[in-house]
């Protein structure tokens, strides 16, 4: 059995901090990557310097001007020529056998194009805060089709850092939504499930990491809570055939947008911002 190509693409933003030590524990795979293709998203500090001062040739380096991590991420899929593409956000840590246990979990699986896994939590310091985030296995697995599991929200399958995906797969579905800021990897991995089959390495392959400087951390500011809302309802409003206002997914979400309006100062710009992104419950 050959041994398949796959890339690691990593999208960068102000990424000076974690960006050494994620690069470090892909260079530090068991079965190295083809390229660590890196996307610069446009960082103002010394990221780029930082990623120059590797002297690996497994990294290409691609640097644009900022446009969001979807879209730094669609020009990564675009660069890569592996057959399989790993994801990596530049403050998430990979362990060892991460890319090898996947890569044999999709060899050794007749039908599944993506391959996951389950993730430790750490701080700004790599200390272990599992515990503290409430992170841990799911009582029963779940693989193959997970269209449904996905879409109403019963079941997970980690952050971009799980994934392993075939490049064919992720330019069936045109990669990320590039208009959403919040709830992109969710849109992306329903859209997965609805054509493809999924297989999971039930271990802990990597480290998600919460700090400050984190799209976990900066999660903080109302207008951002009210975003990753409207971009969540935004993401499941393309399965409106699947859902109505009474499935218990969307009526979370509505819920707790109603619970964020009552901390709101302006609650008319929000639910003028509600219709536009959705005109149904705007209106």
Sequence with gaps: MSNPSVDVVIPAYNASRFIEETIQ?????????????????????????IIKSFESELIELISVGNGGVSRARNIGIKASEAEYVAFLDADDVFHRQKLKRQIQALQQS??????????????????????????????????????????????????????????TALLEVDGFDEKLKFSEYLD???RLSERQLFVCVPEVLYSLRFSDSSTMGKIRLFEDRIDVVLNHIAALEKW???????????????????????????????????????????G
């Design 25 to 49: 524990s892909v260079l530090a795979q068991t079965y190295l990557p083809r390229k660590i293709i890196i996307v610069d998203d446009g960082s103002t500090d010394n990221t780029v310097e």
């Design 110 to 167: 007749k039908n599944a194009l993506i391959a996951y896994c389950f993730e430790d939590a750490i701080d700004e310091n790599g200390n272990d805060i599992s515990q503290l985030r409430n992170i841990k296995f799911p009582e029963k697995i779940e693989q193959g089709n997970l269209f449904n599991n996905l879409l109403y929200d019963q079941y997970r399958v980690g952050n971009p850092s799980s994934l392993v995906v075939a490049k």
């Design 188 to 190: 992306l991995i329903i």
């Design 240 to 282: 409106h055939e699947n859902l109505s206002q009474d499935d218990t997914v969307v009526l979370a979400q509505i819920n707790h947008l109603e619970n964020l309006l009552f901390e709101a100062n302006d609650t008319g710009a929000i639910v003028r911002k509600i219709g536009f992104v959705s005109p149904e419950l705007g």
